[in-house]
């Protein structure tokens, strides 16, 4: 690892970069005095706002079937979320095999523009302040540059860190409380004219009501016979809620009932980020442009406004031309651009550089000369 550098020129930087040629390349988010020094003397003034999210952090349904990991001490293995360590010996190093599908990256995105819209709503950021891009592998990176958060220490990036992911959200501040049965919000209009969270709750809650079978009010812990009452109600729960936030119209739904609702809400209204990202003031990210060593694919930067259309497997494919025959262990189907590609099992294949590139960093594949 190569650190403590400073460019003055973009140029330099891409001298640099030719010459020592890295499979990644990072740069802080954080502003020194004196960026060269060692760290204890750079004289940190501020770091950016950033946040990771990673479909790595994010349970998908399809996580089961493509990733996996093995114990380097142990070869204790499991398939799905990879652990920090491992649940058998302890061991931090795990083999870890990994891919990104659609669906991974349609579930990190959920997530981004469930943040980008808590950073623009309830914090007031405008679009200019903020920036998002594609890793380049399995996630979105989101950064907001300015000055009133520049300084902004490890906790306080940590209660912000709480707010988008609403931990430590009471739902009984909410209007559920057992002291005050008498609703909050019922002289007040809809809840969905509310703010912040209380409007986050309000929704989740209302859209939830609004497409949930039985079986998903079950899963919330909820009883038959409550979860038939809600469906049955449905329309009348709705439009009361819609209309003055309240839920007395209907008996047999009490606060518990409406607690368990409210909390599930919260976990669906909520961004899944990685929270150590966040809150590290000197944290190192990969820097914008440059390939992801695990992929070949480029970290790139996309309008904010453009997010529900950007197309990650378009969008940063560096490779654009050329071909080179690869021999392909194993790989899942995946698309680039409009091509679908694989599966793949112990063959020989002739592919377009992108695609044989993405097999031969994902190390499940090797270039035949
Ligand atoms: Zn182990
Ligand atoms: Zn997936």
């Not at 190569?2 to 890295?22: A, D, G, I, M, T």
């Not at 349970?59 to 996996?68: A, E, G, M, Y």
């Not at 009490?254 to 976990?267: F, I, M, Q, V």
């Amino acid at each position: 690892m190569l650190r403590h550098k400073s460019f003055k020129q973009v140029n330099e930087l891409k001298r640099f970069l030719q010459n020592c040629v890295p499979s990644d390349a990072y740069c802080s988010c954080a502003y020194y005095e004196e960026p060269e020094a060692e760290m204890d003397e750079k004289d940190w003034l501020g770091a950016d706002l950033i946040f990771d999210i990673d479909a790595d952090h994010i349970p998908t349904p399809c996580n089961k079937i493509h990733d996996s990991w093995v114990c380097s001490s142990c070869s204790f293995s499991g398939k799905g979320v990879v652990p920090e360590r491992c649940p058998a010996c302890g061991n931090e190093k795990l083999k870890v095999k990994v891919w990104h599908c659609e669906v991974c990256l349609s579930s990190a995105k959920t997530e981004s523009i469930k943040l980008l819209d808590m950073l623009i709503s309830d914090f007031g950021f405008s679009e200019k302040d903020i920036h998002i891009f594609f890793s380049g592998n399995r996630g979105y990176h989101i950064y907001v540059e300015n000055k009133a958060i520049r300084a902004l220490d490890a906790i306080s990036r940590k209660e912000i860190v709480d707010y988008v992911s609403g931990l430590g959200l009471d739902v009984s501040f909410h209007g559920l409380r057992k002291k005050s049965l008498r609703e909050v919000h019922s002289s007040q209009g809809s809840p969905l004219d509310e703010f912040g969270w209380r409007k986050r709750l309000a929704s989740g809650m209302h859209n939830f009501i609004l497409e949930a079978k039985e079986e998903n009010l079950r899963q919330i812990g909820l009883t038959k016979k409550i979860a038939e009452t809600i469906l049955q109600n449905k329309n009348v729960i709705l439009k009361n809620w819609l209309d003055r936030g309240m839920w007395s119209a209907v008996r047999g739904i009490g606060l518990e009932t409406r607690k368990k609702l409210a909390e599930y809400s919260a976990k669906l209204q909520s961004a899944n980020i990685d929270t150590v990202v966040t809150t590290d003031i000197h944290r190192l990210i990969r820097l914008d442009g440059t390939l992801h060593g695990k992929t070949g694919f480029r970290k790139v930067e996309f309008p904010v406004s453009a997010i529900d259309d950007f197309d990650p497997f378009r969008s940063a494919v560096a490779f654009k031309t050329g071909a080179a025959t690869v021999f392909v262990s194993d790989a899942p189907e995946f698309r680039i651009g409009d091509e679908m590609f694989g599966p793949y099992r112990k063959q020989s294949v002739e592919l377009p550089t992108a695609a044989a590139m993405l097999l031969v960093c994902k190390g499940r594949a090797e270039v035949i000369e």
